[in-house]
């Protein structure tokens, strides 16, 4: 039998809670379909698409500080605009384009260093939370 582990998303829930509006929803958890718990397999995939999409914020962040700063006055806005999209849907492409590199770029390491990686990094955010 495959072992299982407590989905992350939903603390082993199988539900997720948010807030839409002035209500709070409680949502089926899509990382576990409702179960509450997942593979192992699927919980490495989860914490690499985590880290993909935090790698992706930090570089879209970067990216559009840098788009801004360019002394020919072309900045982030008009890079939407060229492309007839809002300044959020632009952010929003070129967001989702960025996790899908990261994504797969992390996934090209074995898992055993993706494991390592994201151990390292989880050590690291708890030590410095610990400050």
Same mark, same amino acid.
């Given at each position: 039998?495959?072992?299982?582990?407590?989905?992350?998303?939903?603390?082993?829930?199988?539900?997720?809670?948010?807030?839409?509006?002035?209500?709070?929803?409680?949502?089926?958890?899509?990382?576990?379909? &409702?179960?509450? %718990?997942?593979?192992?397999?699927?919980?490495?995939?989860?914490?690499?698409?985590? #880290? @993909? +999409?935090?790698?992706? $914020?930090?570089?879209? &962040?970067?990216? %559009?500080?840098?788009?801004?700063?360019?002394?020919?006055?072309?900045?982030?806005? #008009? @890079? +939407?605009?060229?492309? $007839?999209?809002?300044?959020?849907?632009?952010?929003?492409?070129?967001?989702?384009?960025?996790?899908?590199?990261?994504?797969?770029?992390?996934?090209?390491?074995?898992?055993?260093?993706?494991?390592?990686?994201?151990?390292?990094?989880?050590?690291?955010?708890?030590?410095?939370?610990?400050?």
């Amino acid at each position: 039998m495959t072992n299982t582990i407590e989905c992350t998303r939903c603390s082993g829930k199988g539900r997720r809670y948010y807030a839409e509006g002035d209500r709070y929803v409680a949502d089926i958890c899509y990382g576990c379909c &409702g179960a509450g %718990r997942v593979t192992e397999e699927l919980h490495l995939h989860q914490r690499i698409s985590d #880290l @993909a +999409a935090s790698l992706a $914020v930090s570089a879209a &962040g970067r990216l %559009r500080r840098v788009c801004n700063e360019k002394s020919d006055g072309k900045g982030w806005a #008009l @890079a +939407a605009t060229e492309r $007839v999209m809002t300044e959020l849907e632009y952010s929003t492409a070129v967001l989702c384009d960025l996790k899908d590199v990261f994504g797969k770029e992390l996934g090209k390491l074995p898992d055993s260093l993706q494991i390592a990686l994201l151990d390292l990094l989880t050590n690291r955010a708890q030590e410095k939370a610990a400050t």
